[in-house]
């Protein structure tokens, strides 16, 4: 079944606009609590964008009128809404954010039992319950408020021995969001002396030029107070982008390397297997095969990387976006769990981040995104299937190439990885010549 309102993670868009909006919230309440069979308890959790407690009394209004129990959480990073789940009784979690995306814009992420995110089929089973558009959902009174605060503050706490981070000097952007009460509670606890930035949210600057998505301001910070690690989350906390003590920043690959090599060679990672997308740079690939490690590879998402950690019984996957999963401790990605798992990494083995990142040479690569008139499918396209063909031919293992559909844009996205940069554009050059006669541009 085709999905016509959820997307990568979730519900999202403009709050008013014509899928997020306090009518749509209570319709898709309903059809949620409908899905899930009518009974059980559901919990709510939100960022701190203003429009959030419009939509958690919106979607209370739908989740209650199916017949489930709705409890709140309040303002609560997603990866604790997802471990409030997996550690109740709860059918249903709700968490409402855009997660990286800008104040204006809201959405809605759904967790089913066991803290665990919906399979596309869910979600599409969701959409078939909706009622029609302009049926009214009557008002109830206000859930009772839940504390899944300390649990979760406790719980990731235990990651490290105390007083682990004494002496630390460590820089925190929390993105103005929902991290800004959890993260530095748990780094300070430990020991460590905390610089906080993006850690006064008004309801409307949560990721304006902060968090994971503008690292800037970390960096300038950890290099003006010379800190040994800079720390940024997104708006809801499931991602983390670090620095090094020299300012340099980290994706999600160079953190998954690490983790996973560290994990490998102290027969921690679970059937030497690293999960990942395909984004991530074939240098992961080879780091962890030099290792006798393997990577698989999913399609993008961070639940697509999840379901399959679980099919494998894998213990760690993520994306280069910055999502780590690290399943052992949460159901989901947690930004606080990485950074405390990559803290972890340096502290038994005594190496700096700007040492530990060099386990990781990535390949060089190059993108292209083009905007399209429409998206007809890539197999069906002669000239561009001739092309991706040639050019896996031509590089063998020593490169790769991806071309998809953006999952919420009108864009076909490119990407070559190679063994110089010459490569990368004749190939990127070569694609792109390919899509014109075979794609009709925007």
Not at 153 to 175: C, E, F, H, I
Request: hydrophobic share 45%; proline share 5%; net charge neutral.
């Amino acid at each position: 079944m085709k999905r016509r309102y959820f997307g990568t993670d979730g519900v999202r868009g403009p709050f008013g606009g014509p899928v997020v909006n306090e009518a749509f919230a209570a319709r898709l309440g309903l059809a949620a609590g409908r899905w899930i069979g009518g009974a059980g308890m559901a919990l709510i959790g939100a960022d701190t964008r203003a429009s959030g407690p419009l939509l958690v009394a919106a979607l209370e209004r739908g989740l209650v009128a199916s017949g489930l129990e709705v409890r709140r959480l309040g303002v609560l990073p997603t990866p604790a809404v997802a471990r409030a789940v997996r550690a109740s009784d709860a059918v249903l979690g709700v968490v409402i954010t855009a997660s990286h995306n800008p104040a204006e814009d809201n959405g809605i992420k759904f967790f089913a039992r066991g803290g665990i995110k919906l399979a596309d089929e869910d979600e599409a089973a969701i959409e078939a319950h909706l009622p029609p558009e302009g049926r009214q959902v009557a008002a109830v009174s206000a859930s009772p408020v839940v504390d899944a605060v300390t649990d979760y503050l406790t719980s990731v706490g235990r990651l490290l021995p105390a007083g682990a981070l004494r002496g630390w000097n460590l820089v925190l952007d929390t993105a103005n969001g929902a991290t800004a009460g959890t993260s530095p509670v748990v780094l300070r606890a430990l020991g460590a002396e905390v610089t906080g930035i993006g850690d006064r949210p008004d309801g409307y600057n949560i990721n304006r030029e902060i968090g994971s998505e503008h690292p800037e301001a970390m960096v300038a910070a950890v290099r003006a107070r010379g800190a040994r690690l800079g720390i940024a989350h997104d708006g809801d906390g499931d991602r983390c982008v670090v620095c090094d003590e020299q300012g340099t920043v980290l994706d999600g690959d160079e953190v998954l390397t690490i983790l996973a090599l560290h994990a490998l060679r102290r027969g921690r990672l679970a059937g030497g297997q690293l999960v990942v997308t395909v984004q991530s740079n074939l240098g992961v690939d080879a780091a962890l095969k030099a290792a006798g490690g393997r990577v698989v590879r999913t399609q993008v998402g961070d639940r697509y990387v999840l379901q399959r950690m679980i099919a494998d019984g894998s213990s760690l996957g993520g994306e280069s976006s910055g999502h780590v999963v690290c399943a052992d401790v949460a159901p989901t990605g947690d930004g606080l769990v990485a950074a405390l798992r990559l803290i972890e990494v340096m502290l038994e083995t005594g190496q700096p981040l700007s040492v530990l990142r060099t386990a990781l040479r990535k390949f060089p690569q190059g993108t292209r995104a083009l905007k399209v008139a429409e998206k007809p499918p890539i197999e069906t396209c002669p000239r561009l299937v001739a092309t991706i063909a040639a050019l896996e031919a031509e590089m063998g293992d020593g490169g790769r190439v991806l071309v998809r559909y953006s999952g919420t844009e009108p864009k076909l996205r490119l990407l070559i990885e190679a063994g110089d940069d010459l490569a990368v554009q004749r190939g990127l050059d070569r694609l792109e010549a390919a899509v014109r006669q075979d794609v009709k541009l925007g």
